[in-house]
């Protein structure tokens, strides 16, 4: 899948092009399954953290498969392995948006035994999202309150059960009451309208005044005032995603320079670091074995109709990830 321009979900083609043969530090993957993210959008759209280098210009940065091909110098792999593919590149070097993939071995990892290609590909950005904030930079432990904002997204729900699963408590909030049942399911110890409710107010009943160690806030924007607010002291306020789109003001000299901090995590902070991406990858597999960790997926489309795909990504209205399956 290639696009010869910045655009909407129309500039999306597929085109064959020839794969060719790994290189020093790579893999050649026949791709099965590809998980959608938000960055994908941005990209095609030419507003992400980085631009196109060249047209045309491949997309994807997630997927599931088994490996064709090992490159010299690679070791730990061989043909026939079940993999997944973690964002962990440049999408001008590398895209997964295809039948067969060129990756760097670098940003792969064994599929544990038992999850298919849709949930192997729907596991890894999501929940090395919420571990490498959470748990590797954040330092989140038992007792511990976390607020997730745009929590029914894949990282949302992701952070949801990395909280569960170390003994924190997870406070969901959503615009509007549509999906609060289904965060409830999902594990949320508490869910917060934020069309009908004020997040400070709840959040201080919540945590008995003290206020939520974290906040994991996927939004930005003008509503980080409030957000920071509600941070205990010596607490993190981690910003994730701009989904927004408008400026995002530094809160803390307004607020009396508490004892807060406010930072920016991008999840190739754990992928592009081989020690951090290991721990994620132990964490994230024994979670996945012991059922703690259960990837939502909301839609699966085919790699056909990858247009469609963006513009129901696009739409808000998942719970979940949106995945491509590959036919071939």
Do not use: C
Not at 119 to 148: C, F, H, K, Q, S
């Amino acid at each position: 899948m290639r696009f010869h321009e910045l655009g909407g979900p129309e500039v999306l083609r597929l085109e064959d092009v020839e794969v060719g043969e790994p290189g020093p530090g790579e893999l050649r993957l026949r791709v099965d399954a590809i998980g959608l993210n938000r960055a994908e959008v941005l990209f095609r759209s030419g507003v992400y953290i980085e631009q196109p280098r060249e047209f045309p210009a491949g997309l994807g940065a997630e997927a599931a498969g088994v490996v064709e091909a090992v490159g010299p110098d690679v070791t730990g792999f061989e043909p026939g392995q079940q993999v997944s593919v973690v964002p962990a590149f440049s999408m001008n070097d590398y895209n997964v948006y295809a039948e067969r993939a060129i990756v760097p071995a670098a940003a792969v990892v064994h599929r544990p035994e038992g999850v298919d290609a849709v949930t192997g590909a729907a596991v890894w950005m999501p929940y090395v999202t919420a571990y490498g904030a959470l748990i590797e930079a954040g330092g989140m432990r038992a007792g511990d309150t976390v607020v997730v904002t745009a929590a029914s997204s894949s990282v949302g729900l992701a952070a949801i059960q990395v909280a569960n699963r170390v003994g924190a408590v997870p406070v969901a909030t959503t615009r509007t009451a549509a999906k609060k049942e289904q965060l409830l399911k999902a594990g949320a110890a508490e869910v917060i309208v934020t069309d009908e409710e004020s997040v400070s107010e709840r959040v201080r009943a919540i945590t008995g005044g003290r206020g939520a160690r974290f906040v994991f806030d996927a939004v930005a924007g003008p509503g980080v005032v409030e957000l920071f607010d509600v941070v205990a002291p010596e607490g993190t306020l981690f910003i994730y995603g701009a989904l927004s789109g408008e400026p995002t003001p530094y809160p803390g000299l307004a607020a009396g320079m508490p004892a807060v901090s406010m930072r920016t995590y991008l999840l190739f902070e754990t992928t592009r670091n081989e020690q951090r991406l290991r721990r994620a990858e132990a964490f994230i597999g024994a979670g996945l074995r012991s059922g703690d960790f259960r990837p939502v997926v909301d839609r699966v489309f085919d790699l056909a109709d990858i247009a469609e795909a963006h513009r129901y990504l696009e739409s808000n209205a998942q719970v979940g990830k949106i995945v491509v399956t590959v036919g071939h």
